[in-house]
């Protein structure tokens, strides 16, 4: 079963620099994305704009259409300036599909959750697509560390270390080897 | 309550021909066919969300303008400006469309930061006792300078000096050199002035101080476009002669040329003199010339003949452009180049740039504003040091 995820220009453009257009559908999303996303692109680089009409011309990514109820809640959310066009957009729609939206700017995330009353926990991030990625073993501990570094060649860098959390992740998650808790009567 | 396609219609006609847009481009965008498009400006025909979105991206307006009944743009004030000024062209009005925009942007970024600022002075209302123009505009430019505790020294920057009085100062190219500013009267943003770039410096800092008259005495008209050539100063002219004589006095005081300077004799060393005056001043020689004339310093022949004297001229690299802080390294030098070129200015990044710190606005909210491609806009931000903050998984 595909899952519904609303992407904003952010993940879009880390998806080109690491050169993974299919990253997310190997994950079994199926990415949606806004009118407003699209003009971004379209305002860009002629190298963006080509990735991303690649993304939509092979069916990775769809463009969802607005409608004018959509405009107007957007309108409608206080002080709606403060954020993009493309996050609003992108979260309003995620709220009527009830599904997630994936953003990287935490202080997007912050005011629009408190503004349209939505759960944080309905946001991912570049990095939660990555660890997931790193879980799934789509991506290896290699990968993962050299995506970090394009990202940061790309002013895009993460306040952690990307391949320290999906070790520390994957530890926690793998099952007790040696049965270390049994014997030591933890259990 | 049910959403007004009728209203929508009107709005999205008057866009568009305010633009000098054809229907059939509009059409084109929303990829229907022109009679079919008739039928959404009667409001007959039902845009989905993403059309209005195209529209709204295609005439330079916020989409909320043309959803909401209560937007607070200058529609009003620009599409009487365009309909006084018909020869304005089709470039040049999408010009001043993007420069109402970053003036509404700019206001939100104050508004949002707490910046408060003192009224300008209506000298409009004043009695000045007469009905001399050109005297009331020598007379506003020594108050202001009072006013404004400037004495009698050359003003460095103009553009700053405005827009710490809470003006909204952009510089935009124009494709018409004839326009060398406007002025004009947002609803929300208060005074604005939009300086044709395509002019020097030195002729910048002149139509600013002309449009900063406009913002003290005209106020009231909501708008004004201000024509280098006087024939073209089709609605009232008087206004112009106020604003000119005004920009004059407020940025070469005839006070302080009496009190440093003598007159010379010989053409030669009045060029010279002319020279120097202007590059003390940051205003053009001709500019220096009619002060000159005015305070008859010059007779009308000695005047017409250093008027046509190539060596009068001063070129662009004996001028610089004070909006561009000396500070900075070339690269970034050259990136707040480019962005000033394109109708940004130095005060406006920082706003940006704080109202961010302060967490008042997204990082791509700053993006957004700053009307460039997006990765042009990373890269500007960048040498600002200015970094989207990602949260933590």
């Keep these: 079963m595909t899952r519904l995820v609303v992407l ?149 860098r993460f306040p952690f270390d990307l391949v320290e959390v999906a070790l520390s992740r994957r530890l926690m998650s793998a099952p007790d080897p040696g049965g270390y808790a049994k014997k030591s009567g933890q259990v | ?146 006013r404004l505790i400037l004495g009698r ?7 700053q000096l405005l827009t710490k009085q809470g003006m909204r100062v952009f510089r935009r190219k124009l494709e018409d050199r004839n326009i060398s500013g406007l002025y004009l009267r947002h609803p929300v943003a208060g005074h604005c002035i939009l300086v044709n770039s395509l002019d020097d410096i030195f002729r910048q800092n002149f139509s600013a101080a002309h449009e900063y008259c406009h913002a003290l005495f005209d106020s009231g008209r909501q708008q004004q476009v201000s024509y280098e050539n006087g024939a073209t100063k089709q609605h009232a002219p008087e206004l112009e002669w106020r604003a000119d004589s005004f920009a004059g006095n407020f940025l070469v005081p005839k006070a302080r040329l009496e009190l440093d300077f003598t007159r010379p004799s010989g053409e030669t060393k009045w060029l010279e003199l002319t020279r120097e005056v202007a590059r003390r001043f940051s205003v053009n020689p001709k500019v220096v010339l009619i002060r000159f004339s005015e305070m008859d310093w010059i007779n009308d022949e000695l005047k017409r003949a250093l008027f046509s004297d190539p060596r ?40 940006c740039d704080e109202a961010y710190r302060q967490e008042k606005i997204t990082y791509r909210k700053v993006l957004e504003m700053l009307l460039l491609p997006i990765e042009d806009g990373i890269a500007l931000l960048n040498d600002l040091s200015v970094f989207v903050e990602i949260g933590t998984p």
């Design chain 2, 1 to 146: 309550m049910s959403f007004d396609y009728e209203l929508l219609g009107k709005k999205l006609r008057e866009a568009r021909e305010g633009l000098l847009i054809e229907l059939e481009e509009a059409a084109e965008t929303l990829e229907m066919s022109p009679y079919d498009y008739v039928e959404v400006e009667t409001g007959q025909r039902h845009l989905t969300g993403d059309q209005i979105v195209l529209l709204a991206n295609l005439y330079r307006h916020d989409f909320r303008y043309f959803v909401t009944g209560d937007y607070p743009s200058a529609e009003s004030q620009i599409q009487e400006m365009f309909r006084l000024n018909e020869n304005i062209s089709q470039a040049d009005r999408i010009a001043i469309q993007e420069f109402s925009r970053l003036c509404e942007y700019q206001a939100f970024l104050e508004e949002l930061l707490g910046n408060q600022y003192d009224p300008l002075p209506d000298y409009g209302q004043r009695d000045f006792g007469h009905k001399y123009y050109k005297r009331q505009g020598e007379e506003a430019a020594t108050w202001e300078r009072d």
């Design chain 1, 8 to 156: 904003d220009t952010c993940l879009v453009i880390n998806l080109r620099h690491i050169q993974r257009p299919a990253l997310l559908n190997g994950l079994r999303y199926s990415p949606l994305t806004t009118v407003f996303v699209r003009m971004e692109f379209e305002r860009g680089r002629p190298e963006s704009l080509e990735f991303f009409l690649t993304l939509i011309e092979t069916g990775r990514l769809k463009q969802i259409r607005l409608e004018v109820e959509d405009l107007v809640d957007m309108a409608s959310v206080p002080q709606s300036r403060r954020a993009s066009d493309a996050e609003l957009s992108c979260f309003v729609v995620a709220r009527r599909l009830g599904c997630r939206v994936i953003t990287d700017d935490g202080r997007a995330i912050k005011f629009l959750c408190k503004h349209l009353t939505m759960d944080p926990k309905h946001v991912k991030q570049t990095a939660d697509i990555l660890l997931e990625a790193f879980e799934t073993y789509i991506l290896s501990e290699y990968e993962l560390r050299e995506i970090q570094e394009i990202l940061a060649r790309n002013q895009f």
């Design chain 2, 312 to 351: 009068l001229i001063i070129h662009a690299h004996e001028k610089y452009d004070p909006e561009i802080p000396p500070q900075l390294s070339e690269g970034t030098k050259a990136r707040v180049t480019q962005a000033i070129q394109r109708g940004l200015t130095w005060h406006f990044l920082k706003l």
């Design chain 2, 153 to 159: 020294q050359p003003i460095p920057n103009i553009f």
